[in-house]
């Protein structure tokens, strides 16, 4: 028997053992965290913010043999108002059962603090945490303004199969239907002016590569579910949000098997381009878990159970652990899918086995820049065994997203996978979710180095390659694709694309302020971040901002929009390791706004960090230009040898905007 644990901030370290209910072979797996101290938190102080304890997760035990749900009870007296965290009109009754989510409305006599009131409501062998607003987009923002060089150059790396070469291919191809659940800030009914794009971005990557010959018709059926619905207002069910609760992402993974439940599909995709700090949020423990974290996990494998596929993006990094390993939910492709025995006991309406060796809860994705080489901000330990194309993704107008829009992060690379699976799944109905993903990585082109986790033994990283993909699955006896026309051309890609856009990029026209090499300091400071990684900081000549730049709030990612506004809509590194070049552009919604800064941040090889620094900029007021653009700026940068393995620039501007774009590299 288990005691409530009723301390917010102890939650997030040290959460309740509970481990009743009839899911316990779970709690033998261990996904073999190194100690708390180990991670080195950045900054613990912070946890406060993301989690607030007038939200709380309750986790209540089953009756004997689960003859009855538990329920829900709301407490106007002490202020605390309950639903039922995955509330269904028809889904027996089942392990989701146990999970309710109090929220705090203040009454007369109750404060913020009475969360000690509400655990005297339960029997001490429940469970009580606070639900953490920790589950944010894992994708950054450059604006559109070259798109069409760059969607050659990513479709180029997602292996993206074009329309009329699949159609030619295989013209009497009688695909099974999918359904492919978006699980982010898109609700449904979709709307037309979502308050975050982020939804509709992962969405329309997902529609170009698993609809090659258009949406109108595909057997593939793109949705969304809402997952992050909230805003610093508040709870937005009507736009969706920028972030969520971990309660809010376990609903939306629900709603997505309850549609499907409903639905005349054969197969269910959940796109989970989404995640939260596992140190620090709960869910790097199985035996040490928090109500919410583990509502997220149970709507998981409840969805397995029933024969789904769940791709997660492995993360980015973000600051706030020193150690980055994978965010979760990605990270728990270290825990192996449930038996039969354990999805029968935890109510599951059916169950699909998979006889594939390698058959984990969840499959990550991590995330490429080029064909051989890692997205910038991958995390330090966080490379699944499969990869995708990540960097400057572009997403073509959609509902809710009326313009280009382009977008780097893994939340790409699992779109990516998503609409790879869906298509390959389409063509091979048979196939169960483990061999779908087993498919994509025996296609997959070899990438360098071996995966950080997931599997046990580190594989080879293989970059998923779609065209491939379905060309194997066509290849095979009871296929759905039907009498062979001309064979699909899998190598019709080329690099060349990004030539193509560096030089647009140099003939914008634009005010340009050239800044020359010998500006800068000559010999660097030597600083150290939140993590004691030490960092070369070269100075504008005469500034006196030194280290304090070096590195922004590892907090603000996850109290602010997600993803944030971009400042820069073209930043390209390019030209040599001893002389390079950086090409900016500043968006035009900064127009009339001091420009006070720019850093360019460079991230080397050996894991270092170069801050070349820029401070009181001699240009007045940014000049808005008829274009979309409104300045261009070059600046030349010398790495003095570095190995770059990739670079983002930070702007401030006099209103107190602070942005952070990743820039290509050339």
Known sequence: MTSLLRSPTSLLLLSSLCVACADAPLEDASLDDAPLDEHRISD??????????????????????????PSCEDFPGIGWEAEPLFASATAPVSVLDQYCRYTFVPAAGATKTDVDLLAANFPTDAELGADCQAVTPQGEVIADTIGEDLDL?????????????????YPLAARSSVQTTVVDTFPRPEPGNPISSHGPVVMSIIEAIACPQG???????????LGLPRTENGINTNRGGVVGLQSDLAQGIFTALERHRASSSEHLVI???????????????????????????DAIRMARCEGSLIIASAGNSTGLTCN?????????EEIPAPTADECASMGATAFVPDSVDYRPLVHAVGGLFGPNSEMGSSREFGMPRLAAAASHAVAHPRKGLPEVAIRTGTSMSAAVASAAASLVWSYRPSLTPAKVMHVLYETGALSPGTSD???????????IDTCSAVEFVCALPGSTCGAVGTALDCNSGTTASLSGMVAAIEDLPASTLKIREADFATTPQTCFGACGREIEFHSYFGETRSCEATERDPWARLTSPQPPKSGCNDCVLTGTNTES?????????????????????VLDGAEMKHVYSLKDIDTGLV?????????????PVDLDGIEVRGATVLMTFASGAETEDPMLLK
Do not use: K
């Open 271 to 297: 796109n989970l381009s989404v995640g939260w700090e596992s140190v620090l949020f709960g869910g790097s423990s199985l035996t040490d878990m928090p109500p919410a974290t583990r509502a997220v996990l």
């Open 153 to 169: 150059f990513f479709g180029y790396l997602a292996g993206r199969v074009d329309g009329t070469g699949l159609q030619d291919a």
């Open 215 to 225: 949406t109108e018709g595909c057997d593939i059926e793109v949705g969304a579910a």
């Open 623 to 635: 000049p808005e230009l008829e274009d979309t653009r409104v300045a261009s700026y070059e600046l």
């Open 324 to 332: 980055e390993v994978p965010l979760a939910p990605g990270r728990w």
């Open 581 to 601: 070049t950086a090409l900016l552009t500043v968006d035009s919604e900064f127009a009339g706004d001091a420009l006070l800064s720019v850093d360019i941040v």
């Open 44 to 69: 613990v102080a912070g946890t406060a913010i993301v989690c607030d304890p007038t939200h709380q997760v309750v986790r209540l035990s089953m009756p004997p043999e689960a003859d009855g749900a």
């Open 453 to 463: 986790f997931g599997g046990g033994t580190p594989v080879d990283v293989r970059r």
